[in-house]
T-cell receptor
Framework: AQSVAQPEDQVNVAEGNPLTVKCTYSVSGNPYLFWYVQYPNRGLQFLLKYITGDNLVKGSYGFEAEFNKSQTSFHLKKPSALVSDSALYLCAVSDTGGFKTIFGAGTRLFVKA | GAVVSQHPSWVICKSGTSVKIECRSLDFQATTMFWYRQFPKQSLMLMATSNEGSKATYEQGVEKDKFLINHASLTLSTLTVTSAHPEDSSFYIC??????????????FGPGTRLTVL
Protein backbone atom coordinates (compact mmCIF):
# COMPACT_ATOMS: atom_id res chain seq x y z
CA ALA A 1 0.00 0.00 0.00
CA GLN A 2 1.18 3.48 -0.74
CA SER A 3 1.80 6.09 1.92
CA VAL A 4 3.03 9.65 2.19
CA ALA A 5 4.78 11.39 5.05
CA GLN A 6 5.12 15.10 5.59
CA PRO A 7 7.33 15.31 8.67
CA GLU A 8 6.71 18.98 9.42
CA ASP A 9 3.35 20.22 10.63
CA GLN A 10 4.41 23.79 10.08
CA VAL A 11 7.16 25.68 8.29
CA ASN A 12 7.95 29.33 9.02
CA VAL A 13 9.86 31.40 6.49
CA ALA A 14 10.64 35.08 6.09
CA GLU A 15 9.48 36.71 2.89
CA GLY A 16 12.18 36.63 0.25
CA ASN A 17 13.92 33.60 1.72
CA PRO A 18 13.92 30.19 0.06
CA LEU A 19 11.43 27.65 1.32
CA THR A 20 11.37 23.85 1.40
CA VAL A 21 8.42 21.65 2.33
CA LYS A 22 9.40 18.03 2.81
CA CYS A 23 7.67 14.90 1.58
CA THR A 24 8.66 11.24 1.56
CA TYR A 25 6.68 8.43 0.06
CA SER A 26 6.30 4.68 -0.09
CA VAL A 27 4.72 2.93 -3.04
CA SER A 28 5.15 -0.28 -4.94
CA GLY A 29 6.20 0.28 -8.51
CA ASN A 30 6.85 3.65 -10.05
CA PRO A 31 5.26 6.50 -8.13
CA TYR A 32 3.06 9.26 -9.38
CA LEU A 33 3.78 12.22 -7.09
CA PHE A 34 1.85 15.45 -6.68
CA TRP A 35 1.86 18.69 -4.76
CA TYR A 36 -1.31 20.65 -4.07
CA VAL A 37 -1.95 23.89 -2.20
CA GLN A 38 -5.08 24.70 -0.24
CA TYR A 39 -6.17 28.10 0.99
CA PRO A 40 -8.67 28.37 3.89
CA ASN A 41 -12.13 26.98 3.06
CA ARG A 42 -11.12 26.36 -0.52
CA GLY A 43 -10.57 23.30 -2.66
CA LEU A 44 -7.21 22.05 -3.79
CA GLN A 45 -5.10 23.76 -6.38
CA PHE A 46 -2.68 21.65 -8.38
CA LEU A 47 0.95 22.82 -8.23
CA LEU A 48 2.99 20.16 -9.99
CA LYS A 49 3.46 16.47 -10.59
CA TYR A 50 6.17 13.94 -11.27
CA ILE A 51 5.42 10.92 -13.41
CA THR A 52 8.66 10.28 -15.24
CA GLY A 53 11.53 12.20 -16.79
CA ASP A 54 13.62 14.94 -15.22
CA ASN A 55 13.94 14.72 -11.48
CA LEU A 56 13.42 18.47 -11.12
CA VAL A 57 9.83 19.39 -11.85
CA LYS A 58 8.70 22.97 -12.30
CA GLY A 59 5.16 23.95 -11.44
CA SER A 60 2.82 26.84 -10.86
CA TYR A 61 3.58 30.08 -8.98
CA GLY A 62 7.35 29.55 -9.09
CA PHE A 63 7.31 26.28 -7.18
CA GLU A 64 9.45 23.30 -8.08
CA ALA A 65 10.03 19.87 -6.62
CA GLU A 66 12.88 17.42 -6.78
CA PHE A 67 12.24 13.71 -7.10
CA ASN A 68 14.88 11.61 -5.35
CA LYS A 69 14.35 7.92 -5.90
CA SER A 70 17.08 6.69 -3.55
CA GLN A 71 15.71 8.77 -0.68
CA THR A 72 12.07 8.28 -1.76
CA SER A 73 11.54 12.00 -1.38
CA PHE A 74 9.73 14.68 -3.31
CA HIS A 75 10.45 17.97 -1.55
CA LEU A 76 8.72 21.15 -2.64
CA LYS A 77 10.87 24.26 -3.05
CA LYS A 78 10.66 27.90 -3.99
CA PRO A 79 13.66 30.25 -4.27
CA SER A 80 11.94 33.30 -2.80
CA ALA A 81 8.84 33.03 -0.59
CA LEU A 82 5.93 35.44 -0.73
CA VAL A 83 3.48 36.26 2.06
CA SER A 84 0.72 35.08 -0.29
CA ASP A 85 2.32 31.62 -0.33
CA SER A 86 1.05 31.07 3.21
CA ALA A 87 -1.30 28.07 2.96
CA LEU A 88 -1.61 24.34 3.54
CA TYR A 89 0.59 22.25 1.25
CA LEU A 90 -0.35 18.67 0.54
CA CYS A 91 1.89 16.02 -0.95
CA ALA A 92 0.15 13.09 -2.61
CA VAL A 93 1.09 9.79 -4.20
CA SER A 94 -0.71 7.46 -6.57
CA ASP A 95 0.29 3.95 -7.44
CA THR A 96 1.45 3.16 -10.94
CA GLY A 97 -1.47 3.89 -13.19
CA GLY A 98 -2.49 6.75 -10.99
CA PHE A 99 -5.74 5.30 -9.80
CA LYS A 100 -6.04 5.94 -6.09
CA THR A 101 -4.38 8.97 -4.55
CA ILE A 102 -3.27 9.15 -0.94
CA PHE A 103 -2.46 12.46 0.71
CA GLY A 104 0.09 13.35 3.33
CA ALA A 105 -0.94 15.03 6.54
CA GLY A 106 -0.15 18.44 5.12
CA THR A 107 2.33 21.16 6.07
CA ARG A 108 1.16 24.61 6.97
CA LEU A 109 3.44 27.26 5.55
CA PHE A 110 3.64 30.68 7.20
CA VAL A 111 5.56 33.38 5.38
CA LYS A 112 6.24 36.45 7.48
CA ALA A 113 6.72 39.86 5.92
CA GLY B 1 -8.25 22.24 -17.45
CA ALA B 2 -11.25 20.15 -16.59
CA VAL B 3 -13.78 21.50 -14.11
CA VAL B 4 -15.48 19.73 -11.24
CA SER B 5 -18.29 21.40 -9.35
CA GLN B 6 -19.89 20.64 -6.02
CA HIS B 7 -23.28 21.64 -4.72
CA PRO B 8 -24.00 23.00 -2.24
CA SER B 9 -20.85 24.85 -1.26
CA TRP B 10 -22.01 24.93 2.32
CA VAL B 11 -24.93 23.48 4.27
CA ILE B 12 -26.18 23.66 7.83
CA CYS B 13 -28.58 21.01 9.04
CA LYS B 14 -30.14 19.70 12.22
CA SER B 15 -28.93 16.53 13.87
CA GLY B 16 -30.76 13.48 12.56
CA THR B 17 -31.45 14.81 9.09
CA SER B 18 -29.85 13.64 5.86
CA VAL B 19 -27.81 15.80 3.54
CA LYS B 20 -26.99 15.19 -0.11
CA ILE B 21 -23.88 16.61 -1.77
CA GLU B 22 -23.50 16.57 -5.54
CA CYS B 23 -20.28 16.32 -7.49
CA ARG B 24 -20.34 17.02 -11.22
CA SER B 25 -17.71 16.86 -13.92
CA LEU B 26 -18.67 19.74 -16.18
CA ASP B 27 -16.71 19.16 -19.36
CA PHE B 28 -15.63 15.55 -19.27
CA GLN B 29 -16.96 12.13 -18.42
CA ALA B 30 -15.78 10.60 -15.19
CA THR B 31 -16.27 6.89 -14.76
CA THR B 32 -14.59 7.19 -11.39
CA MET B 33 -14.92 9.87 -8.76
CA PHE B 34 -13.43 10.06 -5.30
CA TRP B 35 -14.86 11.44 -2.06
CA TYR B 36 -12.60 12.92 0.59
CA ARG B 37 -13.23 14.31 4.03
CA GLN B 38 -11.14 16.98 5.67
CA PHE B 39 -11.23 18.01 9.31
CA PRO B 40 -10.06 21.49 10.31
CA LYS B 41 -6.35 22.00 9.78
CA GLN B 42 -5.92 18.40 8.68
CA SER B 43 -5.28 16.61 5.43
CA LEU B 44 -7.72 14.90 3.12
CA MET B 45 -8.88 11.46 4.03
CA LEU B 46 -10.11 9.28 1.19
CA MET B 47 -13.56 7.99 2.07
CA ALA B 48 -14.61 6.07 -0.99
CA THR B 49 -14.19 5.53 -4.69
CA SER B 50 -17.35 6.05 -6.67
CA ASN B 51 -17.77 3.96 -9.82
CA GLU B 52 -20.38 4.74 -12.44
CA GLY B 53 -22.94 1.99 -12.66
CA SER B 54 -21.66 -0.04 -9.73
CA LYS B 55 -21.28 0.06 -5.99
CA ALA B 56 -18.81 2.40 -4.39
CA THR B 57 -15.66 1.07 -2.77
CA TYR B 58 -15.27 2.33 0.77
CA GLU B 59 -12.04 2.80 2.68
CA GLN B 60 -11.51 0.97 5.91
CA GLY B 61 -13.35 2.57 8.79
CA VAL B 62 -15.89 4.45 6.64
CA GLU B 63 -19.48 3.39 7.26
CA LYS B 64 -21.15 2.69 3.94
CA ASP B 65 -24.62 2.88 5.45
CA LYS B 66 -23.79 6.27 6.88
CA PHE B 67 -22.25 7.74 3.77
CA LEU B 68 -24.30 6.65 0.78
CA ILE B 69 -22.66 7.15 -2.60
CA ASN B 70 -24.46 6.99 -5.90
CA HIS B 71 -22.74 7.44 -9.24
CA ALA B 72 -25.80 7.75 -11.40
CA SER B 73 -24.19 8.99 -14.59
CA LEU B 74 -20.82 9.65 -16.15
CA THR B 75 -20.89 13.23 -14.87
CA LEU B 76 -22.58 12.99 -11.49
CA SER B 77 -21.80 11.38 -8.17
CA THR B 78 -23.70 12.09 -4.97
CA LEU B 79 -22.74 11.64 -1.35
CA THR B 80 -25.59 11.43 1.15
CA VAL B 81 -24.78 11.78 4.82
CA THR B 82 -27.60 9.94 6.53
CA SER B 83 -28.86 10.79 10.01
CA ALA B 84 -26.18 13.41 10.36
CA HIS B 85 -24.66 14.17 13.74
CA PRO B 86 -22.35 16.98 14.87
CA GLU B 87 -19.30 14.74 14.49
CA ASP B 88 -20.09 14.50 10.77
CA SER B 89 -19.41 18.21 10.44
CA SER B 90 -16.52 18.50 8.04
CA PHE B 91 -15.31 19.72 4.67
CA TYR B 92 -16.19 17.21 1.96
CA ILE B 93 -14.26 17.30 -1.30
CA CYS B 94 -14.80 15.24 -4.43
CA UNK B 95 -12.46 14.63 -7.31
CA UNK B 96 -12.67 13.04 -10.71
CA UNK B 97 -10.39 11.68 -13.38
CA UNK B 98 -10.95 11.95 -17.08
CA UNK B 99 -10.08 8.47 -18.20
CA UNK B 100 -10.69 9.29 -21.82
CA UNK B 101 -7.40 11.13 -21.83
CA UNK B 102 -4.13 9.30 -22.41
CA UNK B 103 -2.72 10.89 -19.32
CA UNK B 104 -4.88 9.58 -16.51
CA UNK B 105 -2.77 10.86 -13.70
CA UNK B 106 -4.39 14.22 -13.24
CA UNK B 107 -7.12 14.43 -10.67
CA UNK B 108 -9.53 17.37 -10.79
CA PHE B 109 -10.92 18.52 -7.48
CA GLY B 110 -14.19 20.15 -6.66
CA PRO B 111 -14.25 23.29 -4.50
CA GLY B 112 -15.56 21.40 -1.48
CA THR B 113 -18.73 21.44 0.62
CA ARG B 114 -18.70 22.65 4.21
CA LEU B 115 -21.21 20.63 6.27
CA THR B 116 -22.20 21.85 9.72
CA VAL B 117 -24.53 19.70 11.78
CA LEU B 118 -26.18 21.43 14.71
Amino acid sequence: AQSVAQPEDQVNVAEGNPLTVKCTYSVSGNPYLFWYVQYPNRGLQFLLKYITGDNLVKGSYGFEAEFNKSQTSFHLKKPSALVSDSALYLCAVSDTGGFKTIFGAGTRLFVKA
Amino acid sequence: GAVVSQHPSWVICKSGTSVKIECRSLDFQATTMFWYRQFPKQSLMLMATSNEGSKATYEQGVEKDKFLINHASLTLSTLTVTSAHPEDSSFYICSARDFSQTSTDTQYFGPGTRLTVL
